[in-house]
């Protein structure tokens, strides 16, 4: 597979790169709808996380936004392959199945460190304008998980190019990339907690911590794992939330008390 990728053209490259992004976008995003919507409520497991609405317009807003970057993600697979074609990277053909597990475990972790800093850089002063577009969605959905500014795109679009410049990673490892990292964002956006019973800091809490990061603003910058925000002690506290929760209930009841008078 990774020879064909290689004698692709330019065109073919980037139209496969958009077939590839749009499609694990929209197949992700329904799967996780389903299931958080769906199954997982009707056979009693998990819970909503944020119980306010969605804003007006909301799903469109976000499914625009991820079309931007579908085309960003799609035409951007030219730096890779263009990388390749210069000689300045090089796939590996026959790794073991050994060696592509450890190459995907690399690249989970570094993909959590690109990401920590590229998040946390959006975060600045200098950077926030082009951040604030997918921080318009308060309340999460499976459909935020594209949802950026074209500038973020670019910056959170490029995690494999310096990886494969220091190493010759196997084709399937690189294609690993977009799927586990797709995968966790629409955990981390999904909105429900699947295992009520773990602490905040397990692995599988970390939609717990994307949605206190969406609900807060400021803190825990990390994707998937919680090891960059501890470094950088940027974690937000399990509670952070609850006083967004409250205030909208109060506002709930004056607004119900209003209508009842
Ligand atoms: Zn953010
Ligand atoms: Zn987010």
Not at 37 to 58: E, F, N, T, W
Not at 127 to 140: E, I, K, W
Request: hydrophobic share 50%; aromatic share 14%; net charge positive.
């Amino acid at each position: 597979m990774g020879r064909v990728f290689e004698s692709l053209s330019a065109w073919e490259v980037m139209l496969w790169g958009l077939v590839f992004f749009g499609g694990i976008y929209l197949v992700f995003g329904a799967a996780t709808w389903l299931l958080t919507h769906r199954l997982l409520p009707a056979l009693g497991i998990g819970r909503v996380l944020d119980p306010r609405p969605l804003q007006p317009g909301q799903l469109r807003q976000e499914l625009l936004q991820s079309g931007v970057s579908v085309l960003i993600f799609g035409l951007g697979m030219i730096f890779p392959w263009g990388l390749i074609q210069l000689g300045w990277a090089q796939l590996h053909h026959d790794a073991s199945a050994l060696r592509i597990c450890l190459e995907i475990l690399a690249l989970v972790i570094w993909n959590d460190v690109h990401f920590w800093i590229n998040h946390r850089l959006l975060h600045t002063r200098w950077l926030r304008r082009y951040h604030l577009p997918h921080h318009r969605s308060v309340v999460t959905t499976p459909f935020s998980t594209y949802s950026f500014h074209p500038i973020e795109a670019l910056m959170l679009g490029n995690v494999i190019l310096l990886p494969m410049v220091v190493h010759d990673f196997s084709f399937w490892s690189l294609l690993s990339v977009p799927l586990f990292s797709l995968f966790f964002n629409c955990i981390g956006h999904a909105n429900y907690d699947f295992v009520s019973s773990v602490g905040y800091s397990h692995w599988f809490a970390a939609s717990r911590r994307h949605h206190l990061h969406h609900a807060c603003y400021n803190g825990n910058y990390g994707f998937q794992f919680t090891f960059m925000d501890r470094l950088f002690r940027t974690r937000l506290a399990a509670d952070a939330a609850q006083r967004h929760f409250v205030m909208h209930e109060r506002k709930r009841g004056r607004q119900e008390g209003q209508g009842a008078g």
